[in-house]
């Protein structure tokens, strides 16, 4: 008699009910994880991290706020860029020498943006002055935290701050709003 061979038929369900999981996974992944600024876990980074973005944060800001050949004009690009790059590589700084103080940055930043919003508002020199002053007291205190011999440095920064009058329009003052990124700049070098 002829042996019949009955192969048991193996069922698929399992395997496409795998690749349903792993497909849910990774969207999951993708959506909930990768969203940037959106994402709920938090990486620190390293002191090597930590230190390197600060010195790329200074370089960026110094780099600027050196260069001649960006002019302070009516839209205050110029004074925008150089207050957010200032408030950037003051945050890294901040965060390196562990003293804090990311409100007063921000609101910095805050009045920074607000002098990009109309070029004819003759408020720019209060809300230029408010940033920098902000600025000036982060600085202040990681120099007294952190870099003790960088006092006088430090005092002429708040000076060059105090120095920009909020009655004045600021392409008026051009020369004092350059000092006082002229006189960070210098502090900042220092402190890296």
């Known amino acids: 008699m002829a042996e019949i061979k009955i192969e048991k038929k193996t069922t698929v369900w399992p ?69 957010i790059k200032l408030a950037d590589a003051t945050q890294y700084l901040a965060d390196k020498t562990g003293t804090g103080e990311k409100a007063d940055i921000d609101k910095a930043r805050e009045y920074a943006d607000k002098i990009t919003i109309d070029p004819n508002v003759t408020t720019h020199a209060d809300n230029i002055k408010k940033a920098a002053g902000l600025l000036s007291g982060v600085l202040s205190n990681i120099q007294k935290a952190s870099y003790p011999d960088l006092s006088s440095e430090a005092e002429e920064v708040a000076s060059s701050s105090e120095a920009i009058d909020v009655d004045e329009l600021t392409l008026d003052q051009k020369t004092k709003v350059r000092a006082y990124f002229n006189n960070a700049s210098m502090l900042l070098k220092k402190m890296n």
């Open 15 to 83: 395997w496409v009910l795998a690749g349903i999981v792993i497909i849910a996974l990774l969207l999951l992944y993708f959506f909930y994880f990768k969203k940037g600024n959106d994402n709920p876990v938090v990486m620190k980074e390293s002191p090597d991290q930590v230190s390197s973005n600060t010195a790329q944060a200074i370089l960026a800001y110094t780099n600027y706020a050196d260069s001649d050949t960006t002019s302070m004009g009516l839209d205050h690009e110029f004074t925008h860029t150089a207050l």
